[in-house]
């Protein structure tokens, strides 16, 4: 009963103990209490419960009680960090048991096996168990027995073994009320899932079993042990790190298995290396291998070991010792059969080449590059990383790019089977090594074509196919309506009295994960990009009056790729580091220059466009000639203000986030009937001046705009704009409109969430329209205009993707977007908007507009600086 219905099985053991019960009666309460508190409680008070369950066992003179007690607290005992009593309990349990006793003891001592490392003994335990619990009609503790199989294999990495034992596991627990076993079963087909490749279905399962054991009330420690490994390939590090440092806390707070312990430390290790966090990763790992050593848990020692080694060699400690260090934990990785072998000798000779021993360096990398041909995505990357590496030491351009390209199409494959944006873009982190490898040696002797194709190959690739649309889930939209309104309502709160209301923030909170967790759970459906990018085909594109400028980041240096007239040059920049400095500067002096008064801040931003002109374009500023240019900066520039440079200022300038975005962008064709939408929301100080006299100029005539809830007699048509204010700006009848237009004006406050950027929003009547709401479109605008605060802002995730409002649109159809990366006046916005639409009337595209409207807004700072603000993205 205990793994059907726990808490309740706790508080009949209370009172079957309340009852003076016999000898034998008094040991099984006094085993449940123990399970119970070994797995969900305190485990001193478990082995207390334990030893008296043994003692009453051995005076009831039963000696299969006394065997089924001494296996229970066999596997306490070892997950208490006592490895040689709780192997000795087992010896014991083995000889007093018989039969159908003896192979649930047996099944138990596979279990720790399993948590020991111990794989081959595992198996044979197991194997012994398993024909007794069938012969006995034991289908509760021969489904256990199947999963713990299934278990064991997917850590060998038999994959498709274990997918059959988990099936027949699960057939069996249909017939049961194991209810905390059937939860335990969803969690372990997540685990196969993972194995498999399959991370949307992973994380699912995942969530599913983490519902099970809520509605149970038992803590989930092995989950998140799962979940952290599920998010960590994800690319989502950080929150791994922090689920895992949370379970830790909670673990030590109740007492629990120290085994649990030092497997979520070293996951934490794990994720605080890709987090960025060294120092955690150092203290993590090497306090799991302190207490997997102390547990006789060679297995996992040895894989903390790995960790511990990766983060120092991060740290810049590369040694002839580490190098020793990483083969020896190799070794010992191959010998137990685990998956993580290559990635010890792909860390051995990485350090090796480092040190210029090459033959050792060799050595180690043709072991790792055995796994490049077979096996999971991440194992089949980190074999072609070992070939690329090999490659570069024998001073192989040609080896070096086709590893490269050979392993960046692995990855490919891998993150389209991810539906979510986010998740597709943090998966490109796994492949920056060998994009920043293949443009390293394309610099070196493939000249500026081969140096632009290399860094296209993994740029803005999330750009290149639209997420898949989230799914018509109503757990899904019932969220996201109920996060509308709870969001609306913290908004008031603060509008109200200035401060926050934690009870409606932390249900915000609560509905963002809920939402973000389901999203994740989609599956990717569309193939690989077949389209590969062409230089032949952007020159062409081009002509002779168009320049692309590309900046490649090589080495921490700014590299210039001008595209036009045929040809691609190349030219050497600045430092990143320096550049980045003073795009935050130049920020800064933006959000003075939005309120009035700070005029003498005009001149010193102008002096920093200069200077960010040097580091960013550098010699090639006098050869983009005299027509239109597209600006494609990596990720970590997205902040930079393009129309400061003086060498762009007074150009039809527009930005794209890859030259292959700018390319779709181009020849995308607009829609039929060229229907506008202007949409304004609440709190605007200018209250959206522009979209009023926008409706009243598009709306001329007989028949006027069409507005949202007001009764028209007619149906919109062509030429007739939509406008939604007021109450009418409610989110579900914007997105339907917005569907498919080919103008879009949104006049509304912008939030830019870099903790979460798919939930930065435009404050509308009813709550904020988010990024996942605009996933939901069939059809995004052609032509968007986001005339409000930060709405060009992004977060730079994986190898160099950007996460934000704009590039939730450019996959879905939109050809061209203006946004604007700073706060902004809002009074001096409405001259600039009404200019950059007449441009649109004359037939302009958004760029050649916006320098028009530009150049037509008075001459002091305040609106000098609103247009800064604001970029023209795409093509249209």
């Known amino acids: 009963m205990v793994f059907a219905a726990p808490n309740e099985a706790l508080e009949r053991a209370g009172e079957v103990l309340e009852a003076d019960p016999s000898p034998l009666h008094a040991s099984v309460a006094h085993q449940v209490i123990g399970i119970w508190q070994r797995d969900f409680g305190d485990m001193r008070r478990a082995l207390a419960h334990l030893r008296r369950a043994r003692d009453l066992a051995a005076r009831a003179d039963s000696a299969e009680r006394e065997a089924d007690v001494l296996a229970t607290l066999g596997v306490a005992l070892v997950h208490a960090g006592r490895t040689r009593e709780g192997l000795a309990a087992f010896e014991r349990g083995v000889a007093r048991g018989t039969g159908h006793t003896r192979a649930r003891v047996l099944y138990r001592r596979a279990y720790v096996w399993w948590v020991l490392g111990r794989h081959g003994e595992a198996l044979e335990d197991v194997r012994r168990a398993i024909p007794v619990l069938r012969q006995a009609e034991d289908v509760i503790w021969t489904a256990r027995a199947l999963t713990l199989r299934a278990t064991v294999h997917l850590a060998l990495g038999a994959v498709e073994r274990a997918e059959a034992d988990f099936a027949a596991a699960e057939a069996l627990w249909d017939t049961t009320g194991q209810e905390h076993d ?308 913290a908004q008031e709160a603060r509008l109200d009295g200035g401060r926050p209301v934690p009870a409606l923030e932390r249900e915000q909170r609560r509905l963002e994960r809920e939402i973000r967790s389901r999203t994740l759970h989609m599956r990717g459906e569309a193939a690989g990009d077949g389209d590969r990018f062409d230089v032949d085909r952007l020159l062409g594109r081009l002509g002779d009056d168009v320049r692309l400028v590309e900046l490649a980041v090589l080495d921490g240096r700014v590299h210039v790729l001008l595209c036009g007239q045929g040809r691609v040059r190349r030219f050497a920049a600045g430092p990143l580091a320096e550049a980045e400095r003073e795009a935050e500067y130049v920020q800064a002096g933006l959000r003075r220059l939005a309120h009035p008064g700070a005029e003498a801040r005009l001149p010193v931003v102008e002096a920093a466009g200069v200077r960010l002109q040097e580091l960013l374009l550098g010699p090639a500023a006098a050869h983009l000639g005299s027509g239109p240019v597209v600006i494609v900066p990596p990720g970590r520039l997205h902040r930079v203000p393009w129309a400061l440079l003086p060498a762009l200022r007074e150009r039809v300038l527009s930005v794209s986030p890859s030259a292959s975005s700018w390319l779709r962008a181009r020849e995308t064709e607009p829609p039929a009937g060229g229907r506008r939408v202007l949409v304004r929301g609440p709190g605007l100080a200018s209250r959206g001046a522009e979209v009023t006299e926008l409706a009243g100029r598009y709306g001329d005539g007989a028949e006027g705009p069409w507005r949202a809830g007001v009764p028209q007699g007619r149906a919109k048509g062509h030429g007739v704009p939509v406008v939604l204010e007021e109450e009418g700006a409610r989110v579900p009848l914007v997105l339907r409109e917005l569907d498919g237009a080919a103008l879009a004006h949104i006049a509304a406050h912008g939030t830019f969430r870099a903790d979460s950027p798919l939930f930065s929003s435009l404050r509308m009547a009813d709550g904020p329209l988010i990024v996942h709401d605009f996933e939901r479109l069939d059809r995004s605008p052609y032509r968007i205009i986001l005339s409000c605060c930060e709405t060009a802002r992004f977060a730079s995730v994986g190898a160099d993707e950007l996460l934000g409002l704009v590039t939730a649109l450019l996959p879905l159809g939109t050809a061209g977007v203006v946004a604007c990366s700073a706060p902004v006046n809002d009074a001096a916005v409405v001259p600039l908007m009404l200019a950059l639409h007449k441009g649109l009337d004359a037939g302009l595209s958004l760029a050649e507009a916006l320098r028009d409207a530009r150049a037509a807004l008075p001459g002091d700072a305040v609106h000098q600086a609103t247009g800064w603000a604001f970029s023209a993205f795409g093509a249209a």
Not at 365 to 383: F, I, K
């Open 182 to 489: 059937k939860a335990d079963a969803v969690e372990s087909r997540g685990l196969a899932a993972f194995r498999s490749g399959d991370v949307p279905a992973a994380l699912r399962l995942l969530d599913e079993a983490e519902e099970r054991y809520a509605k149970l009330g038992t803590p989930t420690f092995m989950l998140t042990i799962r979940r952290c490994e599920v998010l960590l390939a994800a690319g989502l590090a950080r929150e791994a790190l922090a689920e895992a440092d949370a379970a830790i806390t909670a673990l030590d707070g109740i007492g629990g298995q120290s085994t649990r312990k030092a497997e979520l430390l070293l996951v934490a290790a794990r994720a605080a290396r890709p987090a960025d966090d060294t120092q955690t990763a150092i203290a993590r790992a090497a306090l799991a291998v302190r207490l997997f050593a102390a547990q006789r848990r060679t297995w996992y020692e040895t894989h903390a070991r790995l960790v511990l080694i990766e983060a120092r060699v991060a740290a810049g400690r590369a040694s002839g010792r580490l190098v020793a260090d990483a083969a020896e934990v190799a070794e010992r990785l191959a010998a137990f059969g685990a998956p993580a072998a290559p990635e010890a000798s792909l860390l051995a000779g990485r350090i090796a080449l480092e040190l210029g021993w090459t033959a050792d360096a060799e050595r180690h990398l043709a072991v790792a590059a055995r796994s490049r041909r077979s096996g999971p995505p991440l194992a089949r990357m980190t074999g072609w990383a070992a070939q690329a590496l090999r490659a570069r030491a024998a001073g192989s351009t040609r080896g070096v790019l086709e590893a490269c390209r050979r392993g960046l199409d692995v990855l490919d494959d891998h993150r389209m089977t991810l539906g979510a944006s986010e998740l597709r873009a943090r998966a490109t982190a796994q492949g920056a090594e060998l994009a920043a490898m293949a443009q390293r040696a394309s610099l070196v002797s493939g000249g500026p074509r081969r140096l632009l194709v290399w860094s296209e190959r993994w740029r803005a690739t999330v750009l290149a196919t639209p997420p898949a649309r989230p799914p018509a889930d109503p757990a899904l939209l019932s969220g996201m309506t109920a996060y509308r309104e709870i969001a609306a309502r």
